[in-house]
């Protein structure tokens, strides 16, 4: 049996990166009314660094994934309830979903700076000084993005890796700014930047 496509296809697919864009617009404007430091991270720091060089490289990405202080949690929790968002933690994940009925895929995730993503990551995530003010919103550096994509090292950021190695904001100098295991690790990126 033939599967039946909605006709309105293509224009759900520009919805969804539409929304994750929108999610990350409030986020920051939410934090920055505020006075709340934040930045940027995972794919949506990955596609603003890859759009600088080639926005044909840009992966789409659902996941919103902000850094913040431990300290400022419960600042950025109001901020997030003045904008239509609650907070809840599940599996050692703390989230933000839209009210009245936000999904974890269209949640937004925090990370902790300073802090270990996982008790087995090899370094904690960046300070918020390894960030830098993009366009629309503060960004992680892209030192400190790489050292957290080689940290998680899942698929997808492999992946991320590889794209900014296609488009040249990574080179074969890079692994020594890293410990021995992230730079064995972008080194094994840098071997095989298609595979």
Do not use: C
Not at 116 to 133: H, I, Y
Not at 136 to 151: C, D, H, I, T
Not at 152 to 173: C, E, N, P, T
């Amino acid at each position: 049996m033939a599967s039946v496509w909605p006709p309105d296809i293509l224009d759900r697919m520009v919805r969804a990166v539409e929304k994750v864009r929108e999610r990350v617009l409030r986020t920051a404007r939410a934090l920055e009314a505020r006075n709340i430091p934040y930045a940027v991270v995972g794919g949506n720091a990955v596609g603003a660094h890859v759009a600088r060089i080639d926005e044909g490289s840009v992966r789409n990405t659902r996941d919103v994934d902000i850094l913040v202080r431990r300290a400022d949690l419960d600042a950025v929790k109001k901020a997030m309830d003045a904008i239509g968002y609650d907070f809840a933690e599940t599996s050692n994940v703390s989230l933000f979903f839209e009210r009245p009925n936000g999904k974890p895929s269209e949640g937004i995730q925090l990370l902790f700076a300073g802090e270990k993503v996982k008790p087995t990551d090899p370094v904690p995530a960046p300070d918020l000084t390894e960030s830098e003010r993009g366009v629309e919103f503060q960004v992680l550096s892209l030192e400190a993005l790489v050292r957290m994509k080689l940290v998680a090292y899942r698929l997808k950021d492999r992946v991320h890796l590889q794209d900014m190695v296609r488009v040249g904001l990574i080179d074969a100098l890079w692994p020594e700014k890293f410990p021995e295991l992230l730079a064995e690790r972008l080194r094994e990126i840098l071997a095989n930047p298609d595979e």
